[in-house]
């Protein structure tokens, strides 16, 4: 049985997870749970790939700004642009979520969805990570691909439900998640049909239309899913209500929290974090039954490059 | 072959459904879709079931203003909610959607989604039919039951994309069309997350969310399921962004519209009518390649009471 999660130690994080897979898939057990109603949430940045020093789709934002900063010398001026240009990261985290938000509209306003797919898609096929020089999408947790091979063997759906943008996950969640578009959640700015030329586009406006984070997260699953989960996995205070809704459901719930504790294999942080904060969740894990996950200890590997064998 | 739509004559609405899903599964063509890519959505009212003397969900609406007015007294003169206690429809239908929205969010205001869902439940399982005394889950068009089983068997995904309340239609979905809830679109209203003496919940907002209709349709398809379907069925002009968006898809596409011609075994409408109007579908079909379905010629039988055997 222990095959089926050989990225993890046999700890309790990993025993959990058998357990209550166990538990609802099997027929015999009063907690048995049909495979339709066997949904598993999963946030992304922190959870399923890394975000330090930054959320990747920031960083992805402040190369847009860079290059198209000379034909808005204004920029040099106007927060949150010149923090950028500066790289004054103090200064734009202190403009938070709604910071980021002007940022993405001011890049890509008046952009049709596959303009912007082309331009984030080419931007994850070449862009390397600041300190670690890999391709961002090479820094992705195995443990968690293993995870949700696992989940879908068992007749679970896999969703991933991110405060990041929707259509930036989507890029990519098919090919290195195994995760179909209609299976991501995330954050969207209003987009609008047009016919240009007699070509029907979908064209991004200005405005945010939802942010997935925090309680949007419960919102967002009711609106995409219909169903609540039974299964949840996060890393930062944003998931905190996504886990509350999840584990408030009546029989079997597993939430789980993973923490960024390895600072020699990823990166170690949590209640001082600028990305993915972590500082309610773990004061109020243990009360809300939340599980905790150390990526030091639980997990054999961290990144699929570390090697093709395990023990 | 024809076993597979027994429930549909021999004529080209047939032949062009089972030609379309020759094409594009066969491995040999050149016009095959993977799996994953197969994607097919549905209208609901007119689509997949009845929608006269008024969208269903609207007869709900009614009815929900008639059980609360003796809580309302000032609607026996406030617009429109008169116009539904007088039955004068003429007057409502003037108030178009706009007028059904106020409906709604008067009538499920601060309503949690669990209430609101056992409400309709309740409803759908009571009300009937004003002229063919049926429950509603009964007027089902059966020929479009087994074209839909058609296309999961041949590994397509089966969507409904509808301008009627999302959290309305999912409470059915499942259990008359096989359609999941998170494989419903619909329109919605804000819903926020809160928490209510240490329970979670999410309550329903006076305040449209999204509109799922025209322009909206391929909207909320790129939000839900972001990929283009290469299947579209409809019957209105509600539907014919849906169709517009489906089509100009490279390669092979299918839309399709119903014709409510059938006063015999259900309604004979089209451009007159105050629900699912058909007006410029009618006069735009041929131009963009849509292919018309005749209820009255193109299918055996409409709904599945009218009998278990076929021929």
Redesign the interface.
């Known amino acids: 049985m222990s095959e089926d999660l050989s990225l993890w130690h046999d700890r309790p994080a990993k025993n959990a997870i058998l357990d209550f897979v166990k538990r609802v898939c099997s027929r015999q057990s009063t907690q048995f749970v049909p495979p339709?109603q066997r949904i598993a949430v999963f946030d992304n940045d922190g959870t399923l790939w890394s975000e330090q020093p930054f959320y990747f789709q920031g960083l992805f934002l402040f190369d847009r700004v860079r290059a198209l900063a000379p034909d808005h010398p204004e920029w040099k001026k106007t927060q949150p642009f010149q923090a950028v240009l500066e790289k004054d990261w103090p200064t734009l985290a202190g403009f938070g979520n709604k910071g980021l938000l002007e940022l993405a509209v001011a890049t890509h306003d008046g952009m049709t969805?596959s303009e912007f797919e082309q331009l984030a898609g080419d931007w994850l096929a070449t862009a390397r990570h600041p300190t670690l020089d890999r391709l961002f999408t090479d820094l992705i947790f195995d443990p968690m691909l293993q995870l949700m091979r696992y989940l879908r063997k068992n007749e679970f759906?896999t969703f991933i439900v991110s405060g990041g943008g929707?259509?930036f996950v989507?890029i990519f969640s098919?090919q290195i998640y195994g995760i179909?578009?209609?299976?991501?959640i995330g954050s969207?700015i209003v987009?609008?049909?047009e016919?240009n030329d007699g070509?029907?586009v979908?064209v991004r406006s200005p405005q945010l239309?939802f942010l997935d984070d925090n309680?949007?997260k419960?919102?967002g699953i009711?609106?995409?899913?219909?169903?609540r989960p039974i299964v949840a996995f996060g890393n930062s205070d944003g998931d905190l209500?996504m886990m509350?809704?999840t584990k408030?459901g009546d029989d079997a719930r597993l939430g789980m929290i993973i923490h960024h504790d390895d600072a020699e294999r990823e990166f170690a942080y949590d209640r001082m974090s600028a990305a993915g904060r972590a500082d309610r969740v773990l004061d109020e894990a243990s009360d809300r039954g939340l599980k905790l996950i150390s990526m030091k200890n639980d997990w054999r590997r961290v990144y699929p490059f570390e090697g093709s064998c395990v023990n």
Chains 1, 2 share one sequence.
């Not at 179909?180 to 991501?184: A, C, D, K, S, Y």
């Open positions: 339709s969805s759906k929707i259509e989507r098919e179909l578009p209609e299976q991501v969207s987009t609008r049909f016919v070509k029907p979908l239309n309680e949007g419960p919102v009711q609106q995409h899913i219909g169903r209500q509350e809704w408030a």
